[in-house]
């Protein structure tokens, strides 16, 4: 019945449940219609098995009748919520007669669905045969690329065939319908499959059904592993710690089926500062996850030497990430432009800098991402709009807000950004009533690779959730992405299930022809022909594109939801535009799935506890710099909380096996202990105890800047116009230092013989400014010496800051004969400091 709308697969026991019944008004169908039974307890639902009803219930018009813009249907909306007893059903109209599709309920109806999204990953290996009983009969095929001059020996674009170019590439995903393998298009896939593992692990088994399936690792990890592998050898390739951007055909993919019977030879571009910071935003949050798993330790810490060799490669390229290289890609090889632009390898650099300082601890990847993270996404765009188009940096950010060691300031600023964002999340909209579908996402993302938006939209409601932001919200936050699951599952305008070949997992309706090398217009993996087999299952398309450009008419002209057509020719229909599906399509919907379910039993076995917790670095003052060996859990650990006597929690939420302290009280004892975590709150039993003492309280200190300019110190500013004489705002005394900068300007102060430096010197100061601004605060041991490591910080707005920079953070220099506070931005700010001092 195409009326009565659901989630085909079903519902979990706890979830809201709302059927949508609707009479088209607008669109392809609009010369259809439906009148539901509208009387009291008019509509039920019923038992599957012997169409015994078990709830009644009465509609509820959506908007008195309106016809839905989107859509281009009116209709109405019966809820279902209190059936929570595990089984299957349908709904059913007593007037009318007639029912929906059979959906379940129960703590199990979406572990098939996960498995088949999951597999698809590996049908999109190459250089590896799909042969039973991995691959179904339907879906087999012989190892592709495997030929001369294909894979395993490509050459450089820019020397085709040329031997001494040769290099193995093999492994890795295809990207999407087309054959060919990008660097910087696999980032964000890879990284919403880890934190998909990361948000629920429990959900993944090892028993998905690909060649790794019971080796003790979660499958969606090995299918991971797969794609890491293949990155590893584009960076091997370079032997700079750089990676290649991508493997493929030259011209436009050849779209041979089977794939194995493709001879083309294959090419590289070479290495691309794209491709090399991306392949350190992968390596370095792969290497968090793989290092918390005891059998993968050891793959764990190989990605991470290679997440920093890639990091510091990326810092030679770019003059310390100053100048980006972004014309890379002549587009010899396509489909894809797989350069990427400034903005976004400055994505790319800040992903990596939060994983290597949840991995390692160090200073200079905490200073990058407090320096530089109102620079990207999505800061960028907008600080209020934390939008579905940056799902992995919001992730990304928020979980360094969590770590130890950062900014208390930056931590609560990038918490207050996302706190404010029900608005544009969908979450006024769905209490509101926007969308007669109840998952409303703007016209405007509308757009090629809807699906994964929408996908997006629902993660970035349950990022609420993960990180403990405005927790009154919780249960509406699930509720909205819930829709939106159930809204791919079929419960949308077309009726249609946004997966391919679903209809043995459930699916009353769902995608049959996706557009895809392989299962190609007229192969014999198309549905439209007399045997069919349709595409593999469990493949997202990109879904409803009203900006769709090919010249199959009745697409672009319909209601934006009904903008699909569920086939796959090629040029000049375009098809790709709408039915291609893409390895980041498919993650974002994975990671939507996990998320929102149960694990099938529950996790009560606590991790190992961890050992040897000790004070790694060399001096103690106000920080110290912990190091442990790491924990083992049967799942995998999250984790780690350091608590102070035993009881007083002092950081929480630590990853990898190190952490730096900050803001220790000088001369004062310390008794640590730790504690790791796993993802069901299993905690392990503590550690060692770890006793210290920071070193003595500081006795002397030199003033910069008090009132005036201190005794011995010289003004070598630059690009900024100083009031030392300013009256308001005042901090210490009476007057402040007044600083204009322009773009890049700098007040430099210098010193007649230069102050010396001990173990615990500190630099500290006030800073006011009205707006948000990056700060860049260096040292030199000379008036013409190279500044050393440089301490990036951002001053929130309308407050006065008090910033503390330890010499440790400073590059541990002996001497400071100038001290420089640069604006680390182009925009011209006023900045208002005092009481700037040096302790000794």
């Not at 086939?567 to 000049?572: A, G, H, I, K, L």
């Not at 606590?606 to 790491?630: C, H, M, R």
């Not at 993802?679 to 910069?704: H, I, K, M, Q, V």
């Amino acid at each position: 019945m195409p009326y009565l709308k659901v989630d085909q697969f079903g519902y979990l026991g706890n979830m809201g449940k709302v059927a949508i019944v609707v009479d088209p008004q607008a669109g392809y169908n609009a010369a259809e219609s439906f009148t539901p039974g509208t009387g009291a307890n008019q509509y039920q639902v019923r038992r599957w098995a012997d169409d015994v009803p078990v709830l009644s219930g009465t509609l509820t018009p959506w908007k008195a009748g309106a016809t839905h813009a989107q859509s281009g249907d009116r209709g109405w909306h019966f809820n279902f919520s209190a059936l929570t007893t595990a089984g299957a059903y349908y709904v059913y109209d007593t007037v009318n007669k007639v029912g929906s599709g059979r959906f379940e309920i129960g703590p199990n109806v979406y572990d098939a669905v996960l498995k088949q999204a999951v597999r698809t990953y590996y049908y999109q290996r190459l250089n590896t045969p799909k042969a039973l009983p991995y691959a179904e009969a339907k879906w087999t095929d012989t190892a592709a690329f495997e030929g001369k001059n294909q894979d395993r020996y490509a050459t450089s674009r820019w020397a085709k065939g040329d031997a001494a170019t040769a290099r193995d590439l093999s492994g890795g995903w295809m990207d999407a319908g087309d054959t060919n393998k990008y660097t910087t298009f696999a980032q964000s896939a890879v990284l919403q499959l880890l934190d998909a593992y990361r948000l629920n692990p429990r959900v993944f088994g090892d028993n998905f059904g690909i060649p790794e399936s019971g080796n003790g690792l979660p499958d969606v990890l090995d299918e991971v592993k797969w794609e890491l592998e293949f990155l590893k050898r584009m960076q091997n390739a370079t032997g700079t710690g750089g990676l290649f951007l991508k493997v493929g055909v030259d011209g436009t993919a050849r779209d041979i089926t089977p794939l194995s019977l493709d001879t083309s030879p294959r090419y590289y571009l070479p290495e691309c500062t794209s491709s090399t910071l991306a392949g350190s935003a992968v390596f370095a949050a792969a290497s968090v996850v793989y290092k918390g798993i005891t059998s993968q330790a050891t793959y764990g810490a190989d990605l991470l030497a290679r997440a920093e060799a890639a990091w510091n490669r990326a810092k030679t390229t770019t003059a310390n990430f100053t100048t980006f290289q972004t014309q890379c890609d002549d587009l010899d090889i396509r489909a894809g432009d797989a350069d990427v632009d400034a903005g976004r390898q400055l994505d790319s650099a800040l992903i990596a800098a939060i994983s290597l300082y949840e991995a390692t601890g160090k200073a200079e990847y905490r200073s990058f991402v407090e320096g530089n993270y109102t620079r990207a996404e999505p800061y960028r765009t907008s600080a209020w709009w934390w939008s579905p188009y940056s799902s992995t940096n919001q992730v990304a950010l928020l979980r360094y807000a969590g770590l130890a060691g950062v900014s208390a300031t930056v931590a609560a600023d990038l918490r207050s950004k996302k706190s404010t964002q029900d608005s544009t999340l969908s979450l006024n909209d769905f209490n509101a009533g926007t969308d007669l579908y109840r998952a409303h996402i703007s016209d405007n993302e509308y757009q090629w690779g809807h699906n994964m938006v929408r996908a997006n939209a629902a993660n970035n409601n349950l990022d609420f959730i993960a990180f403990n932001l405005n927790t009154a919200n919780a249960a509406q936050y699930r509720h909205v992405a819930e829709q939106h699951l159930h809204w791919l599952h079929g419960a949308n305008p077309l009726g249609l299930v946004m997966l391919s070949n679903m209809g043995a997992y459930g699916a009353e309706s769902s995608v049959s022809e996706i557009y895809h090398a392989w299962f190609k217009d007229g192969s014999l993996w198309d549905s439209a022909r007399t045997s069919v087999n349709g595409p593999a299952p469990g493949y997202l398309p990109g879904g409803p594109n009203p900006n769709y450009s090919g010249s199959v008419a009745g697409i672009s002209n319909q209601p934006r939801q009904k903008a699909y057509k569920d086939w796959n020719s090629s040029w000049p229909e375009n098809s790709w535009e709408i039915s291609e599906p893409g390895i980041y399509y498919q993650a974002a919907y994975v990671q939507l799935l996990a998320r929102l379910m149960v694990a099938s039993a529950p996790d009560t076995t606590p991790p190992t506890a961890p050992t040897k917790l000790a004070v790694v670095s060399s001096s103690l003052g106000t920080s110290a710099i912990l190091g442990w060996s790491p924990s083992t859990d049967n799942v995998g650990v999250t984790g780690y909380d350091l608590y102070r006597g035993g009881t007083t929690l002092l950081a929480s939420n630590l990853r990898g096996t190190s952490t730096t302290l900050s803001n220790l009280a000088c001369a004062t004892s310390y008794a640590l202990t730790l504690r790791a975590r796993d993802a069901a709150g299993n905690t392990s039993a503590a550690s060692n105890t770890l006793a210290f003492t920071t070193a003595a309280c500081p006795t002397a200190s030199t003033l910069a800047y008090g009132d005036a300019l201190g005794a011995g110190w010289g003004d070598w500013s630059w690009g900024a116009v100083r009031d030392y004489a300013n009256a308001t705002p005042v901090k210490v005394g009476t007057r402040s230092l007044k600083v204009a900068y322009s773009g890049w300007g700098g007040l430099s102060l210098s010193h007649t013989t230069g102050v010396p430096l001990s173990a615990t010197s500190t630099l500290r100061f006030w800073a006011y400014s009205a707006v948000t601004t990056p700060l860049q605060i260096y040292v030199q041991t000379s008036d013409s010496s190279t500044g050393f490591t440089p301490r990036y910080v951002t001053l929130p707005a309308g407050v006065w800051t008090d910033v503390v920079v330890t010499r440790s953070q400073l590059g541990n220099p002996d001497l400071a004969k100038r001290v420089t506070i640069q604006l680390y931005s182009a925009t011209a700010t006023t900045v208002y400091l005092d009481d700037v001092r040096i302790t000794r």
